[in-house]
């Protein structure tokens, strides 16, 4: 018998289809379907394989016993209510949303199974073309359970991530949030400022350096847009952090090549500990 | 009939011994010749066939007719007197510097064959060990010839750089200076600032995006402490433009949306510019 009799994926991009891929492939589910707002990602999604069935429209969820929200914060946010009227109240749901307090908030009421989820898995890529099995295989996947949260629900979800291959860790919303504003929100923040800085005719000169730095200022610009705002008051700290540290190499540079030289030192030895 | 009859590597790292190998497998050099410091990697240059021969003296570069530096900045600087002494007038010298500006304006009065060059080449990793032929094949070689530059030394270096499978661009000093402040050192200084930002108990939620955004974190601190003293003037108007651009984005987090998703978009598509 499976985990899950019927698992609905909303959203059926790069993570939403490696869900499917991986939910197959472990046999996890009886059935999985997909519901995006594209048709053509849907006709993608099923000839991979990532999903028995699927729909532009919601009513394909009905009777699932696992819905996960794999669409950018917003959508996840505008869907809930909708999604609510459709499933059973035991209904588990959890997402892979990149930011948690303001998700874990609302969803909580609205959905008592809910469970918030964030794999540490992902690129600059989105769509299904770039789906995989692969790519939650000895992942971190990191859930944000709360005093309301149900263990049988955590259970379940946890079970799930670890029979794909993540490894799952516990925090809550509140330290989700932060430490993600640095890891990976601030690298965001850093590559889309990089890249704007330099004028557009010098980018034939561009070497390795600049490519590695600013590859994830190809990301989706709207996905991007909605985490910041969704993160707002840890984001903007971290940028408050990050030019607080240009504004150190700065006035080293100006003044004192000992500091300069003790600055990107102490930077090195944290970048090589860094697996 | 080789190009040269000797060459000397100044330098026997990273770039040097990758030189040393590229002159051997385009026969480009009737013997090869590397300096070092370090006595151990002359040995590894020797025994990975970079170098004929090699010293971590100079008197070994005597008779060169190419001498080319693979230091760091400052080293070029403080070895250029000694090497004048030991070649002859007519030698040619060139060197691999990260900025141009002042290496040019010292090493032209000191040596009448100099032409001052910049292979865009190379890694966070220095040793020999990690040298290469290939790293040059497909690449990009800055070439800062001046007024006084001999046509003839010109033509060799060109002829040396293309025979190991580089692009040759001319520019002078200074706008390699003001090109490179932006594609190579601003990146430098971002990727050390980020890792700087992140606290030392976040690194293990780190994924890709951080990863990425850090590798050149890790390169050898005061090589890039002497790049960033030496190209000052334009490293300091690189790091204002990055603070500019980091400021915009925290004013439109703060309180527009749509200039947000602007910004996002066109570093987006600027990134997506770059082959």
Known sequence: MSLFKKVAIIGTGLIG??????????????????????????????????????????????????????????????????????????????????????????LEKIFPGFVGGHPLAGSEKRSISNASASIFQGSVCLLTPTKKTKNDSLRKVRMFWEGIGAKVVLLSASKHDKILSLVSHLPHIAAFSLINSVP?????????????TTRIAASDAEIWTQIFLSNRKNVLKGIDVLERNLGNIKSAIKQNKKQLSIILNAAKKKRESVV
Chains 1, 2 share one sequence.
């Open 17 to 106: 289809g490696s869900i499917g891929l991986s939910l197959k492939k472990h046999n996890l589910a009886e059935e999985v379907v997909g519901v995006s707002r594209h048709k053509k990602s849907i006709i993608l999604a099923k000839k991979s394989g990532a999903i028995d069935d699927g729909s532009t429209t919601l009513e394909i969820i009905r009777e699932a016993d696992l819905v996960i929200f794999a669409t950018p914060v917003n959508v996840i946010i505008e869907l809930a209510p909708k999604i609510a009227k459709i499933i059973d109240k035991n209904c588990i749901v959890t997402d892979v949303g990149s930011t948690k307090e303001e998700i874990v908030r609302l």
């Open 200 to 212: 557009k005719e010098y980018l034939g000169f561009a070497a390795g350096g600049l490519k590695d």
